[in-house]
């Protein structure tokens, strides 16, 4: 899917991610152990969570590295259950060579397994001189650095038709409580407010972590990513009540609660951007813009654009990131060719690849900015590469893949019956924190 997945930074207008410096272009040569086509004959097997138009965007970049180095490739998309997929290939023999991780937290229980090789040097010195030190951070446990972060996500644009919002005469809102004002007169204009993407787990955990990080602050968002603070505190339910405002408003959101809940992601941005709208909103990361541009043919900027997600109860604007770290599997039979895809995929001229196509950020900080192909996506990636040093990365990513990366369990289940009962936040609260609990100490 597209996840994902998944920083607070306080005051961006267009979006904020974080990586230091600025854009300059350029792209390093791979190392494939002896130069161009070293590698034919060979093939790497990548595994991750892209279907649909994300799987064929990185299989450009694919196709690009096999032009540069001869080493053919093959992709294996796993769902959302990439831990679970990776793992019984591993079990079963069949290792894929190198994964994409979307998860902190698959990443870590990737590397206490004993799966996963070190970045080589060559990997290492790109990371240290192409990204800001938060994505080696994320990417590294106990000081060793295992993933690269290949693919960005910025988790807090709320994507619109501007039509719609003309034709309800309606401003794109500052606030969270101007947001479902707004979203009621556009519903009083004949479509619903929200497209609500409520079959995909994820999309609600998105959801939450907005809420929670503008209402209760970063502070407390850090606690309880590391499971620090309990689940019941009073700062969850809070969040929780604030959510359920939108969710209790079946005018709000198209196809009431139990539409939501039957609509994929995918699904909630044809709602909006299809070629019949039943939405004039849909909340999800900058990868929207991707499946507006490719499926539905829509121009950035002109037929699709966002706000920022809208400050909630006098707190600072949030900005939710993640991302997808490249990781080297040790039973890969492929690890050499493996190696150097990483290797490669930390230049500029990997990233530009993917820009180009759309729907897509990066967190190399040497992108050159001209590679993205709309002014919004240029924006988006100006305002990612001079935010700094200050990432803090999608909360369920961060968790345990049993309480924030499983579909049908854990917080996304716990979530999507939230949505279809929002009457009860403390008994919800109570809920997750059991849930976390168990899959903490796991």
């Known amino acids: 899917m597209m996840r994902r997945r998944s920083t607070l930074l306080t005051g961006c207008t267009a979006l904020v991610l974080a990586l230091g410096a600025t854009a300059c272009g350029g792209g390093g040569p791979v190392s494939a152990g002896g130069g161009d086509k070293a590698l ?34 093959s992709f294996v998309s796993t769902g959302d259950n990439v831990s679970t997929v990776v793992g019984s290939k ?9 994964v994409m991780v ?26 240290d001189g192409n990204f800001a030190d938060v994505w080696k951070s994320y990417g590294s446990v106990d000081g060793t650095l295992y993933g690269l972060y290949f693919k960005a996500a910025h988790k807090s644009t709320v994507w619109f038709s ?22 009621q007169t556009v519903s009083d204009s004949g479509l619903a407010a929200f497209s609500v993407a409520g079959q995909d787990g994820w999309t609600l955990t998105d959801w939450f972590e907005n809420v929670y ?10 606690a309880l990513a590391a499971h620090e603070l309990k689940w019941t505190d009073a700062s969850v339910v809070e969040a ?25 992601f995918p699904g909630s941005v044809e709602k909006v951007f299809g070629p019949k709208p039943e939405a004039g909103m849909v909340y999800e990361g900058d990868f929207v813009a991707g499946v507006a ?30 991302g997808d770290a490249a990781v080297v599997l040790k039973d890969g039979k492929n690890s050499k060719a493996g190696t150097a895809l990483l290797e490669y995929l930390a230049t500029p001229e990997a990233a530009a690849v993917w820009a180009e196509a759309g729907g897509f950020l990066s967190p190399n900080k040497k992108l050159d900015l001209a590679s993205y192909g709309d ?8 305002s990612l590469v001079d935010a700094g040093d200050s990432v803090r990365f999608d909360m369920s990513d961060q968790a345990p893949a049993a309480f924030g990366g499983t579909k049908g369990t854990g917080e996304w289940k716990i979530l999507q019956d939230f949505l279809r009962d929002p009457s009860d936040p403390k008994a919800t609260a109570a809920q997750l924190e059991a849930a976390a609990a168990k899959a903490y100490k796991g």
């Open 293 to 322: 541009k490719d499926q539905f043919g829509k121009e950035i900027g002109k037929d699709a654009d966002f706000f920022p997600f809208p400050a909630v109860a006098g707190g600072e604007a949030p900005v939710v990131s993640g």
């Open 90 to 98: 591993i079990e079963g023999g069949n290792a894929p060579d190198v």
């Open 240 to 264: 929780l009540t604030t959510l359920g405002k939108l969710f209790k408003d079946k005018q709000l959101i198209e196809g009431g609660r139990q539409g939501a809940l039957n609509t994929d």
């Open 375 to 382: 002014d919004v996506s240029r924006a988006t990636a100006k």
């Open 40 to 73: 034919s004959g060979q093939s790497v097997t990548v595994a991750g969570v892209w279907s649909g138009t994300e799987q064929e965007n990185f299989q450009k970049v694919l196709d690009a590295f096999t032009e540069k180095t001869g080493a053919k490739t």
């Open 213 to 222: 990080l503008s209402q209760a602050g970063p502070e407390k968002y850090d």
């Open 162 to 183: 501007p039509d719609a919002l003309a034709q309800a005469g309606v401003e794109p809102p500052k606030t969270y409580d101007e947001m479902l004002k707004a979203g």
């Open 102 to 127: 979307p998860q902190v937290g698959v990443l870590q229980q990737f590397a206490a397994k004993g799966w996963l090789k070190p970045l080589s040097k060559t990997a290492q010195q790109s990371v």
